[in-house]
């Protein structure tokens, strides 16, 4: 019998005894995993993760990459980084998802309703992830870092979503 044995752990973390008032806060514990999840990226431009909760559980989780079974850009190449288009434009000609639109279609896939949900997510979402944000129901976005967007701002407060930006620190 041949056994492997894989170290898991997350870089820089140490298993410590908790400590009272250490605890992570809710927001601090789910954008923590929402940074996690941004690790699985593939995009060639920014490692994105979005993660929706509902009554303090997870109930989908994406990242930005190609869909299942299609080559991603880091084996390919992606046409948005050849042609060197700007951050925020001509989306459609790259091969990967957003990560709040993985997290979406998760839900779907699985029929999971996430209505009335909390989106976590490392950066603001865009546009195109917005409105579709806003038709899933979601009713709170929770982000790390960037800027929204002039539509996606004005899409947002149109619709009454709360968005509130939040330091973890790490
Ligand atoms: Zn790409
Ligand atoms: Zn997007």
Known sequence: MHFRSIKIGIKGSHHKMP???ERPTWETYFMDITKL???RSTCLRRAVGAVIVKDKRILSTGYNG???GI???IDRGCLREKLKISSG?????CRGIHAEQNAIIQAA???VSIKGATLFCTNLPCSICT????NAGIEKIIYATGYAD???ADLLKEAGIETIKINTGS
């Not at 434009?89 to 000609?93: A, C, F, M, Q, T």
């Not at 409105?131 to 806003?134: D, H, L, P, V, Y």
């Open 109 to 111: 896939l699985h029929g």
């Open 19 to 21: 400590v009272k008032g």
């Open 37 to 39: 999840v941004a690790k």
């Open 71 to 73: 080559e991603h850009c």
């Open 131 to 134: 409105k579709m944000i806003i």
């Open 66 to 68: 190609a869909p299942s």
């Open 89 to 93: 434009e001509r989306h459609e000609l």
């Open 150 to 152: 002039s539509l996606s």
